[in-house]
């Protein structure tokens, strides 16, 4: 009569009985039976979790970096659209070539990467509605920008008004914009590459389990035939202990491999931060001296812009302590430069000698404005973009290591199921 009757409470040690007590053939037949689904279901979770990891890293952690560093370059793109206009126009009549071609350039790297982001974009991603207010508002911009520029060149006054009009657009409503759609997907990616990054329990558990059992087992079945060697079950025993090493392994290495990413991630955000105050605080120059409103409140823009950057505690702060071994001491000593730059220009404006502070603003004099906000202009993007680069290194590290988990899951499984098939089999002939 079974051991497990109906209604009746099942103890550890009924169970205990009814997989390993009776006769031996049958109690091999459910031992077996108990050993191979534990070893297929370590397989089974082991590939749904692989695949979900080398999914966070791989196609899912692609796509959403792709859409991270395109927003970001939407965001810097168009800030510094707004710091060429509001430089062009301080030329005075035609604005330089150079400044124009890179204002153009700009426009159209934020229009194509717009529509990259369009296209990546899930149906029901709140981003895209960020990316319709962008890209419904860069053309009255633009279109601003350009009546900005055909009242300058004519020497008419209502251009500065058209210049405020723009640059009001762009930093009210565009950049607010691209900021949001900056931000979610770099939450976006985030959470998906933490994903690829958690400790495996699951799997790791199961695979224990499994292998605790399937040890318990042989060394059962060595004590009842006294034989030191079953092939089937050695052979069972080697693939889960290779399974539950190769996770291990894999995961600690695409853990570290991710937070390496992570710490660069934010790093680079940090200094695109940086870089956008940057712009804007150069922006904000050139509209004082379009104004010719002196230092006063309207200076205030530079000031806080730069602040953000260089404060103690600030962006270039922030991204030293993401990436302790970052150089940013030339960013910083550019960034200083360029403040002390800019007070020099705003004591030649306040002081009455307009055309020296638009020499300083637009010419080429090395201790000038113009040409020290180039510097740090470079300086944030070499930064920024060597940032990007560790952080792809990383991400790629990361992929290669948790790639393999679901095919490597699925074949040590199996091979750990037709072990036990092949050690219990083996025993099983001997009784018929």
């Known amino acids: 009569m079974s051991v497990l009757t109906k209604n009746a409470p099942v103890s550890v040690a009924q169970v205990r009985e009814f997989v390993a007590g009776g006769a031996t053939p049958q109690r091999l037949r459910r031992v077996g039976a108990v050993l191979l689904v534990g070893a297929l279901l370590a397989g089974v979770v082991g590939l749904a979790n692989g695949l979900s990891r080398a999914d966070a890293v791989g196609s899912e952690g692609v796509r959403l970096a792709t859409l991270s560093a395109d927003a970001a370059e939407i965001y810097r793109a168009l800030a510094d659209a707004d710091a060429?206009?509001?430089?062009?126009?301080?030329?005075?009549?035609?604005?330089?070539?150079?400044?124009?071609?890179?204002?153009?350039?700009?426009?159209?790297?934020?229009?194509?990467?717009?529509?990259?982001?369009?296209?990546?974009?899930?149906d029901d991603d709140p981003a895209a509605d960020d990316v319709v207010t962008i890209t419904s508002n860069l053309p009255v911009y633009t279109a601003y920008v350009e009546s900005a520029r055909t009242y300058n060149r004519l020497g008419l006054p209502l251009g500065q008004s058209y210049l405020g009009a723009a640059s009001n657009l762009m930093r009210e409503t565009i950049l607010p914009a691209a900021a949001t759609l900056r931000t979610a997907e770099y939450?976006?990616?985030?959470?998906?590459?933490?994903?690829?990054?958690?400790?495996?329990?699951?799997v790791v558990v199961l695979g224990i389990a499994a292998l605790?059992?399937?040890?318990?087992?042989?060394?059962?079945?060595?004590?009842?035939?006294?034989?030191?060697?079953?092939?089937?079950?050695?052979?069972?025993?080697?693939?889960?202990?290779?399974?539950?090493?190769?996770?291990?392994?894999?995961?600690?290495?695409?853990?570290?491999?991710?937070?390496?990413?992570?710490r660069h991630g934010d790093a680079a955000r940090a200094?695109?931060?940086?870089?956008?105050?940057?712009?804007?605080?150069?922006?904000?120059?050139?509209?004082?001296?379009?104004?010719?409103?002196?230092?006063?409140?309207?200076?205030?823009?530079?000031?806080?812009?730069?602040?953000?950057?260089?404060?103690?505690?600030?962006?270039?702060?922030?991204?030293?302590?993401?990436?302790?071994?970052?150089?940013?001491?030339?960013?910083?000593?550019?960034?200083?430069?360029?403040?002390?730059?800019?007070?020099?220009?705003?004591?030649?404006?306040?002081?009455?000698?307009?055309?020296?502070?638009?020499?300083?603003?637009?010419?080429?004099d090395p201790q000038g404005s113009g040409v020290t906000f180039e510097a740090l202009d470079a300086a944030l993007g070499s930064a920024t973009a060597a940032q990007r680069a560790a952080f792809t290194d990383d991400a790629a590290a990361a992929r290669a290591a948790a790639g393999a988990l679901p095919v490597v899951s699925v074949v040590l499984g199996v091979l750990a199921a037709v072990g036990i098939v092949l050690g219990i089999g083996r025993r099983l002939g001997e009784y018929r």
């Open 271 to 364: 200094l695109d931060d940086a870089h956008a105050a940057a712009l804007q605080a150069r922006s904000n120059e050139s509209l004082v001296l379009v104004a010719r409103g002196g230092a006063g409140a309207s200076d205030q823009g530079f000031t806080v812009q730069i602040d953000r950057i260089l404060a103690p505690g600030a962006l270039l702060d922030t991204a030293a302590a993401a990436d302790p071994d970052a150089d940013l001491s030339t960013v910083r000593a550019a960034a200083e430069r360029w403040r002390d730059a800019h007070v020099a220009l705003r004591a030649l404006d306040d002081g009455g000698r307009f055309p020296e502070a638009v020499d300083s603003a637009t010419g080429t």
């Open 212 to 262: 605790v059992g399937l040890v318990h087992a042989s060394i059962r079945e060595r004590r009842r035939t006294n034989r030191v060697i079953n092939p089937g079950l050695v052979g069972a025993v080697a693939a889960l202990v290779v399974l539950v090493m190769w996770w291990v392994v894999a995961t600690a290495v695409a853990g570290g491999a991710l937070r390496g990413a992570d």
């Open 84 to 122: 060429m206009a509001t430089s062009g126009y301080v030329s005075g009549g035609t604005e330089p070539e150079a400044v124009r071609d890179r204002f153009d350039s700009d426009i159209t790297a934020a229009s194509e990467r717009l529509v990259r982001a369009a296209a990546g974009l899930a």
């Open 187 to 202: 939450t976006a990616l985030d959470a998906t590459l933490a994903r690829g990054g958690t400790l495996p329990f699951a």
